[in-house]
């Protein structure tokens, strides 16, 4: 589903070298760790599979097409099978949590009853009772899961995580790693960028370790070791 | 309806922008809309002037004026021809000027039979000035060329000053629509995230920008009319006591024209602006 072939990328302003020649292909419905410290090129990863930036050299690949060909109209498309969950959540907070979501489909176009929906996502995450809070009366552990409930309610194939437990406590952090396993478990294929080795060692899967841009390990079995 | 709900909040939540920037286009178009007026009545003025503009052509003594006047109502040039003899010459004068009727009674009439005549058009006045010239019996020719060209002048120097006048003031309206519309963009930057992330089309997080920008400048165009028609017709209505003999523009066709203009210039320096201003602040940089 996935595929990066001899992937680099250099920063040209800053003349920082990311990634270099990084080689993975992960297939539907896996659940991987990407692991590293900062700088690593853990979030240049995700960058690069959303489109954000290409890469200097090498190719990346959703489902076999190169994501460097799409045309900049195709983008649209692209980002709508893929969801994304950052670490500060960035939920709008003038919305409440059920808004938070039906403006995520309202953006993307979504014609069906958008309320249902949204409440339907906030179901899965457990948060439907909560739809009216807004993000400041939520915990940050609740904000996380709205945040991931707006990354699932448009039913993407793909889901990016880019350290979304790096504010939580130990508690709340496992809650959401239990919450992103069922979420793969039925049938999303996840990709956790983290360097939290609690997690990666409690609730052990496919682990690549990047380490000054590069894949020095690649472990079907997991758990953490840099 | 969307885009437009959202363009609505953006001016009412921005609205101290939002009222800087209406205020200075409706300053520019108002400048506009007054230079325009000016420059048509000008132009009107110009036209009913060269129209009533006639050429005279003195006889000396003992002319054969109907000859004369058979020669020059033959050239294609000329709409209109007459003899005016010396004597009917004086009463025209002293009807104008009747303070000379006394004076004119003392002495002989001094002033010589002439021909008057209407062209067709006037640019055509040199060329026939040089002909009646070369007549035998023509000792004279006068025109109002002189008078058109000090006109055409002053004319030609506000149409030039009005050009500078409009680069400089719609660039300014411009600018103001390009402030307020990145301001816009700024204070929805996380949205604009969000919506880059979850797949929004191009069109879809660019058309709330651009609707800003037109409703400012309809807004603008709404209240410079409301300002600029009445203004100009209580004006044209006082000055027209004053100046009976000027014939000012009233036609509400040619007004109706002037508006239109500035509507549209005002609408489409509302797109523009936002456009660049979309263009500039929400390209997706890879």
Redesign the interface.
Known sequence: MVEFKHVTKTYARTHTHALKAVDFRIRKGEFVYIVGHSGAGKSTVLSLLLRRINPTEGVVAIAEQDLAKLRDSQLPLLRRRIGMVFQDHRLLPKLSALDNLTFALRATGFHGNQEQRALGALRQVGLAHKRKAYPIELSLGEQQRVAIARALVTNPPLLLCDEPTGNLDPDTSWEILELLNDVNIKGTTVIVATHSRDLVDRLKRRTMVLRGGELVRDDDAGGYSL | M?ALQQAMRAIRGNWVASVATITTMTLSLTILAGFSLLSLNLNQVLANLQGELEVSAFLGPGSDGPRLLETVRSWPEVARAEYVGKDRALAALVADIPSLASAAQLVDNPLPDALALRLLDPSQTPLVRVRLEQLTGVIDVEDGSDAVATFLAVNDALRVLGTILIVVLLSSALFAIVNSIRAAITARE??I??????????G??RAPFLIEGFLLGLFSAVITLGLAIPGYQFVVARLSEELPFVPFVRDPLLLGQVALLLAVLSLLVGLVGSAISVSQHLR?R?
């Open positions: 969307y996380d949205e995230e969000v919506q880059r992330l979850v797949g929004a089309t191009r879809f997080i997706e890879t």
